[in-house]
């Protein structure tokens, strides 16, 4: 930065006063207890504020902050070479996260898709009715199709077919039911899509389907439900929600009900899910088809899934169900040795967020902080795995990964990489942090494929490392950020009891309150005050002194054997360097701030 240049070639009048007043036996003893303390404490680098275009809304919302579609995302950085996780865990309080040796902190009231940091109680936490149906989805895979569950599974199961009806408990059983007022319910939905959706092609990417899902037995009626309108919304990235969508198609039919002759005896709409109900006067149980044997004809996908990706041929006949699932947590730099890790970020990055393929062209090799032993170690790996014609490419590929998931600023290792495998193939890596009160999630990585056809692994392994904060006394776990504005990262406040962390007085809320509030005062910009329990307490105010003092007393590094402070230097250093000390302290915080020395050479 311009300013920090200006500001070091201002260094010549520090205060003389300060090299006379000492010998120089006690001066050189002065220089040696700041080198030692500039090697031990948190030495930062400031990357300042800067714009980018939005990843979540790809510049749709701009309009709303008033910026161009490249630079609707506003966030403050910091480059950090060394920190403990106590400090972190501080700047998390305050909405920060982190990437390898990058901190940084979204301004969510100068973008357009707000980002607030949540955390989850974890020894509180009690799993939906859609994540207990997911993680028995994962052991279904696992226990393959001739065998049952596990014995608690089954007693589990046995009890709740006890208590369904007679067609429910034999739903798995059931040929997929057709009838003619399904297709007349999805050709009038379809009709009122088209109306009501900008997009010809996204409401003609899903064909309109209902299907029965009860039958109600007292009436001799049945339950015919349909999720277009999540399926659509989900696509949109945002564009449309679906409850709102589906409320608008359900008062339209309604409306249309008799004029079209729809036989049903109810319509109404589900909002939280984005299903249109119908109730209608048929009883499916006359028309039912069940199949001899609930598992007859069930594919095993999971062992298809193996024998494609192990490479081996005969691994199919060895193959023995149930499958074995291993989840093992090492050290960052040492997972990060194994060449299947950094193949499988490649792959997901390339399948879900389209980057680049690694043998491409790349800038040259960055191995940042890494130390030399790590270095050989890693090349070594390379050379072993890779020909000598892809091998650059794959070095810079590989130190890109590096700084992304393994380089870390804490003093001791507390970046880890859980390995997921089944039957000792490697399907998923999640990437975590632990801090003083728990667990922070920093990303995961998986076989995209084996997501779509057998689980959905990004959703499971969050309840894995839920899991792993019990078993660990891990009290709190921190999914990143919540945004509101994008359907696609709405799911991290399914996990209850969750908090949200408010972006103006840093107080964690209730998440199921701070979502409605969200909704009612910032329907919009989806950014507002959510604590509000103090009318009386304001952070800007309470602050506002103690940040006066902290920019008296924060360490700088201007290139000599010493720390300043910035009364230390001229007036012209102090007018250059007091506006980046303010901004730093406003999005660090007065504690953290006095705690580090900033680096402005």
Not at 464 to 483: A, F, H, P, S, T
Not at 537 to 549: D, H, K, P, W
């Amino acid at each position: 930065m311009k300013e920090m240049r200006d500001a070091t070639s201002s260094t010549s009048g520090l205060n003389e006063r300060s090299e006379t007043n000492s010998s120089c036996g006690d001066k050189d003893a002065k220089i040696k207890a700041e080198i030692e303390k500039l090697s031990l404490e948190c030495v930062v680098r400031l990357c300042g504020s800067s714009k980018s275009a939005c990843g979540y809304c790809g510049g749709k919302r701009a309009s709303l902050v008033q910026q161009s579609c490249d630079a609707s995302s506003k966030s403050y950085g910091l480059l950090i070479n060394h920190m403990n996780t106590a400090d972190y865990l501080a700047l998390i309080h305050r909405g920060w996260r982190r990437s390898g040796h990058h901190l940084y902190r979204p301004d969510n009231w100068n973008s357009c898709c707000p980002a607030l940091t949540i955390r989850l109680k974890a020894e509180e936490f009690i799993p939906t009715k859609s994540q207990r149906k997911l993680a028995r989805k994962m052991e279904r895979a696992l226990a393959g199709p001739d065998k049952c569950l596990s014995h608690d599974m089954d007693e589990k199961v046995a009890n709740r077919k006890k208590s369904m009806p007679k067609l429910h408990r034999n739903k798995r059983r059931q040929q997929p039911l057709d009838h003619p007022v399904l297709h007349q319910l999805a050709e009038q939905t379809q009709i009122e899509l088209q109306t009501m959706i900008d997009s010809k092609d996204l409401a003609s990417l899903f064909p309109v389907k209902f299907k029965f899902t009860q039958r109600n037995a007292h009436s001799k009626t049945s339950t015919a439900v349909s999720t277009i309108c999540a399926a659509i919304a989900g696509r949109s990235k945002g564009q449309y929600d679906r409850g709102e969508l589906c409320q608008n198609i359900v008062e339209s039919l309604q409306k249309r009900k008799q004029l079209l002759c729809i036989p049903v005896s109810s319509i109404r709409a589900h909002v939280e899910s984005g299903q249109i109900v119908c109730t209608v006067p048929i009883d499916i149980s006359e028309i039912v088809e069940r199949d001899a044997s609930m598992n007859e004809g069930r594919k095993d996908v999971l062992r298809d899934w193996l024998c494609k990706h192990h490479g081996r041929a005969p691994l199919h006949s060895a193959l023995k169900t149930p499958y074995d699932l291993t989840i093992t947590t090492m050290a960052a730099h040492e997972s990060s040795l194994q060449p299947e890790v950094h193949q499988l970020y490649f792959h997901y990055q390339q399948e879900v967020h389209n980057d680049l393929n690694p043998l491409a062209e790349r800038e040259e090799v960055d191995w940042s902080d890494a130390s030399q032993e790590y270095i050989e170690e890693a090349r070594s790996m390379l050379r072993a795995t890779y020909p000598s014609t892809s091998l650059p490419s794959m070095t810079s590929s590989f130190t890109a990964f590096y700084r992304f998931l393994v380089e870390t600023p804490f003093e001791k290792n507390a970046l880890y990489h859980q390995q997921y495998r089944i039957n000792n193939v490697l399907v998923a890596v999640g990437v975590i942090d632990v801090v003083p009160d728990g667990l922070s999630s920093v990303y995961a990585f998986y076989h995209a494929k084996f997501s779509k056809s057998i689980c959905p692994l990004g959703k499971w392994m969050i309840l894995q490392e839920i899991d792993y904060c019990r078993k660990k006394n891990l009290g709190l776990y921190y999914l990143g950020y919540y945004i509101h504005s994008c359907s696609k990262m709405r799911y991290k406040i399914d996990y209850q009891p969750s908090q949200l962390l408010c972006p103006s007085t840093f107080k964690w809320v209730d998440a199921t309150e701070a979502q409605a509030k969200l909704k009612e005062e910032s329907p919009e910009r989806h950014c507002c005050v959510l604590y509000t329990a103090d009318p009386y307490f304001s952070l800007e105010e309470q602050e506002e002194l103690r940040r006066e003092e902290a920019i008296k007393h924060i360490s700088l590094d201007v290139g000599l054997d010493s720390v300043v402070t910035i009364d230390m230097l001229h007036e012209n250093g102090q007018d250059i360097v007091r506006p980046l000390l303010e901004e730093f302290v406003k999005h660090a915080g007065p504690d953290i701030s006095c705690r580090c020395i900033l680096k402005l050479v």
